[in-house]
């Protein structure tokens, strides 16, 4: 190669490097911009508006000066605090406060959602497209007899078979109470759901219980206590309830339903605007 040829690359070469050291400032540079943090601080009206009203939330009076003075200095604190941590990227990785700022996402979308209150039509509709979750269990109102069959199996279904040939026979006593073996559980229980009655004598006598006859003596039925001859007096069939006895129960299922309508309404659509890649 000639010193003719050498030297009319060299200026060629020289501008490649060039090219190549712009790129690389450029890349330095754009991200010394992005890890740069505004040094400004601005208090507003608005935000000094609202650091008085969060005090006298809390203490039911306004700040003194020099408290006031205190709130400010603790606001700066945070906000230069937070503007260095995210231009150093602090917690970028840490579990924690990714978790709590999904959740402020989360509970920003989901307060948005219902800023304002339900109208009663609302709460009727959806009464009306929900009603099993709200439906009124049937009630029972019975008087049992109680006998023990701890230590006598046999002989406590015998006494009780007994007992109850006697009662089908005659009017309904008054000292039912002095009948069979003492009982802790009371002799008389009026209006009580299937769910309440399943813990205090147990599963199968609530089964039994929920297919005998009203208006008749029936059993010996076995509960976790001993047996049991039972009459039911009455039964309430179950039913959906009006809005008026079960509104404030209503209105709570129904801020629920809409705040987790949002948040999945919110995912949808940032969704949309991410590419994800599982490697």
């Not at 090219?19 to 740069?36: E, F, H, K, M, P």
Request: proline share 5%; no cysteine; hydrophobic share 40%.
């Amino acid at each position: 190669m000639t010193s003719a040829q050498k030297s009319s690359r060299q200026p060629f070469l020289y501008v490649a490097l060039a090219g190549v050291i712009i790129l690389l400032l450029y890349v330095v540079l754009a991200a010394d911009q992005s890890r740069r943090v505004d040094r400004h601080i601005v208090v507003t009206v608005e935000q000094q508006q609202r650091i008085v009203a969060n005090f006298e939330n809390t203490w039911q009076r306004k700040p003194s000066d020099a408290e006031m003075i205190e709130l400010l200095d603790r606001f700066t604190r945070q906000e230069i605090a937070w503007r260095e941590a995210t231009r150093l990227t602090l917690g970028e990785n840490d579990v924690d406060i990714r978790r709590r700022l999904q959740q402020h996402l989360e509970s920003n979308a989901a307060d948005e959602a219902v800023l304002a209150a339900p109208t009663r039509e609302e709460l009727q509709q959806f009464l009306d497209a929900h009603a099993d979750d709200f439906r009124v269990d049937p009630l029972l109102t019975f008087r049992q007899i109680y006998f023990d069959n701890t230590n006598n199996t046999i002989g406590a279904d015998a006494s009780a078979r007994f007992m109850l040939g006697r009662l089908q026979n005659q009017v309904m006593p008054e000292d039912l109470a002095t009948l069979g073996d003492p009982s802790p559980l009371p002799t008389y229980i009026e209006e009580v759901r299937s769910a309440d009655i399943n813990p205090l004598f147990g599963r199968e006598f609530t089964l039994i219980l929920a297919a005998s006859p009203v208006g008749k003596w029936v059993g010996p039925i076995p509960s976790k206590l001993g047996l049991h001859i039972v009459y039911i007096d009455a039964r309430a069939a179950g039913r959906i309830p009006e809005l008026a006895e079960v509104d404030v129960v209503v209105t709570e299922k129904w801020l629920e339903t809409k705040r987790s309508a949002a948040i999945e309404d919110l995912y949808r659509r940032l969704d949309e605007t991410y590419t994800i890649t599982v490697e």
